[in-house]
C-alpha cells in the first residue's frame, strides 16, 4: 500500500467553501475531513461534502465523452466530442449567429468566469443561469439599489439577528455557511426569524413570524411602517445617505398593520413587537434567504429589505449589514471579457428588453430560451451547452423545459451523471469533481475570501469544466491560455502571486473597512441608498417598492382556488441532497428515500392522508406523488413540499423525471414573473391534494 498524502483543499458540493483535508492513497481519495484552518468552514463539514468519495467513485458516474447515436450512448474521444460541438456551433453561427446558441449554468458553481469569458467570445448573449430568481437577482437589484451586495458581519458581533426566509444551518447558502451564524448567535443575539415553516430557527427564536409564503415584501413595508410611525428610524444616515427617503416613506404608509396582517397573516402585534426589536437594537443584521427573491416580488422585496437595513442604519457597520472588501484577484467580468460582447449582440439578448435588470446582469430568463426553442420567437435558439444543470428538474413548469431541450436541434450537457436533462443531449462532457480541479474558487469573494480548491486526483477521462471551456474554445478559435493553471496565474496577478504561490497558502481574504459611504458615498447614480431608483425611473419602472400579490393565489385566483385550495410552498432543502443532486449517493439517499411533503395533520386528516403515504398533488399545470409527513409546524393552508427529485435508479431514458417532480406544478407564464428580472414563482402555487391511488412509488434499495 502506498504512503499517504493529504492534500488541503475546498469542497464545492453546494456553492462551496469548506475547507478540506483530502487523504490520497494509491492515487484515490479514501477520506474527506474538514480543515481546521479554514476561515470558513473552520473545521466542519456537511454530509454532501463527507459523501464526496461516494460521488467520485460512484459506478454509474460517466467517466468518458460520450455521443448518442441511433444505437444509443456510445464512448468516443475528448477530440471528436469537441470537434462535434465546435462544428455544430460553427455552423449554427453561419446560418443563424451566434445568438442562436444559449449556453447555460445552473446555481452558483464558480466557473462562470470561464462559461461566460466563452459565450462571450463566441458571441451570444444568451446565457442561461439560475441567476434570475437566486441571489444574482439578489446582487442586481442591490446594486442598482446601494451599489453593492450587504452582507451578514457575523464577526462583528450583532445583537439582533433576522434570519428572513433563510435556514443557513441546513443550507449553507451563498451568503454564509451556517456555522458562522450559530458562532454569532450563540454569543447571546436576539433572534427573529421569518418563515412560514417552524423549523430549528424558528422554535429557537426570541419572535418568530408565520407569514404566508410569498408575502416577504409585504411583510417588509410593515415593518417600515412601524418604524416610521414610531420614529425609530435612523435620522443622521437617512438625512445624508438615502435619495428618495420622502417618496418611500409616503409608500410605506400604504401599507399600515391591518393591511399588511391581511395579506401576510401575521399578527399586527407581532410586526410591531419584530420591526421595534429590530430597529432599537444594535447592531442587528439581517439575512436574507432566497424565498424572498423565487415570486415575481423578486426586485421589489429586495428592494424593501435594503430600505429596512438603512432606515434602521445598519448598512456597513460592524455587526450589520456590509460590503465585503474583496481580495486583489481578477473580477469575473474582466476574465470573462463582457465588454467584448458587441452592442449589437446585447441587443439581440432574449427578453433584454423587457427584463432590463436580468440583461443588466447578463442573463436570460428560461422562458425566454423555452419560448426561443418553442415558437422561435423573436428568431430560434438551435444549440445548447449546458454545464452543471438539469433543469428538467429544477426550472419552474418542467414540462415546458423539457419539451424545449428535447425540441433543440442540437444539445450537449456537461456533468457527472446521465440526468433526465443529459437523457435529451447529443453529447455527453464528463466534468471532474472538486476533487479533479485546481482552481481560485471565488464564490467568497462577495464575503471577502477566495480559496485554493487543489486537485487531489485524476478519474477516468474526466476533465474540470474551467478546462471544458477553454479547449472548446480553443476550437472555435478563441484566445485562451495554454493550460488550466496558466489562466489561474492571471486571475491571481492583482494579488501577486501565482497558482503554485497561492496553493501554499490557501486562501486569501480582502482588508474590511467598515463605513466606506463616509468617503466614497454608495456606486449608484446619485451616491446614495436609492430607495427612489433613478436607474429604474429611467427604465420606465415605479422607482418605488411595492408588493404585487402573487399571480396564483386564493386572493388574485379564487376561482383557481376552488379547485386548487392550498399554497403550494414549493423547496423544502434537505441537508443531505443539493437540488436534484445525490439520489443515487448510498450515504445520502439512506436518511431520505422518498421525496417527502409536509402536510398539517388537520389537513391531512381531512383527506383521509396518514403520514407516510404517497400523495397527489396536483396544480393547473399537472399531477406529481410525494410521500406525506404531517408536520404542525407548517399553517394547514400550506402544503410545503422537496424539490429535485427523479430517479438514478429508474435506468430507463428520463429516470422518472415526471412522477415527483415538483415543478411539474409550479407556474412560469409571464403574467407570474418579476418584471424586471424575470424569478419565477417557484416557491408559491395553488394545489390541491389527495391520496394516492399507486401507494407502490418507491424505487430505492439500499
Ligand atoms: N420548486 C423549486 N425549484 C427550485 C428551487 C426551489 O426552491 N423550488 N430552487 C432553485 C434554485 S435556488 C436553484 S439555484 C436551482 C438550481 O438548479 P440546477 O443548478 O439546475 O440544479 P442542480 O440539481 O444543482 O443541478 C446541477 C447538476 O449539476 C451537476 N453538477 C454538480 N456539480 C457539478 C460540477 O462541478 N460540474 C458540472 N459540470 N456538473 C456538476 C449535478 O450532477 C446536477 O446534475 O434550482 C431551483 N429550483
Ligand atoms: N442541502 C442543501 N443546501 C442547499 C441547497 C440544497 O438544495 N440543499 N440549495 C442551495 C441554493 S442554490 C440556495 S439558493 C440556498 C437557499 O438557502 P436558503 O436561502 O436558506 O433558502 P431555503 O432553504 O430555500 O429557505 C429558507 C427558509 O425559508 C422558508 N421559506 C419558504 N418559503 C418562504 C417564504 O415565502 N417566505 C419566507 N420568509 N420564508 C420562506 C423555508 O421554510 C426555510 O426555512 O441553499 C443552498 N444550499
Ligand atoms: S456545506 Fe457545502 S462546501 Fe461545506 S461541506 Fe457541505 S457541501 Fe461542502
Ligand atoms: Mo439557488
Redesign the pocket.
Known sequence: MGQEQQIRTAC?NCHGGCGVIAHVRDGKVVKVEGDPASPISHGTLCSKGLAVTQLAYHPDRILYPMKKTGKGWGRISWEEALETIAAKFREVIETNGPESIVIG???G?D?ESHLYRFANLLGTPNVLT?GH??YISRIGATLVTCGNLPVTDWHGDPRCIVMWACNPQWTNPDEHKGVEFWQAYKKGAKLIVIDPRKGFLAKKADLWLQLRPGTDGALAMGFLNVIIEEDLYDKEFVDRYVHGWEAFAERVKQYPLDKVEAITWVKQDLIRRAARMYARIKPAALQWG??TE?TLNCTDCTRTLVGLMAAAGNLDIPGGNIFSVPPKVRTVSEFSRHKDLSAEQRSKRLGGDQYKLASRVALISPKAAWDAILTEKPYPLKAGLL?????V????NAREAYAALKKLEFLAV????M?P?ADLADIFLP?G??LEQNHVADNWKRHGFVLARQKAVEIGECWQ?HKIFMELGKKMSQPWWDTVEDALDYLLEPSGLTWEEFKQVGHLKGEMTYHKYRQKGFSTPTGKVELYSTVLEKWGHDPLPKYTEMPESPVSTPEIAEQFPYILN??LRTPTF????NRMIPWLREIRPDPIVEIHPQTAEKHGIESGQWVDISSPRGCVKLRAKLNAGIDPRVIVAE??WWYPEIKEEGHGWDISN??IL?DNSPQSLDPLMAATN??VCLCSISPSENQEVSTWQS
Open positions: 464545492r449554468q445552473g446555481t458553481r466557473y439560475a430568481m437566486c432566497v424565498p423565487q454545464c452543471g444543470t438539469n433543469p428538474i429544477t426550472r419552474a456537461i456533468d457527472f451523471f440526468t436533462t466534468a469533481t472538486w469544466d414549493a423547496g443539493f437540488h436534484s443532486a424539490h429535485g415538483i415543478n409550479t417557484l416557491r
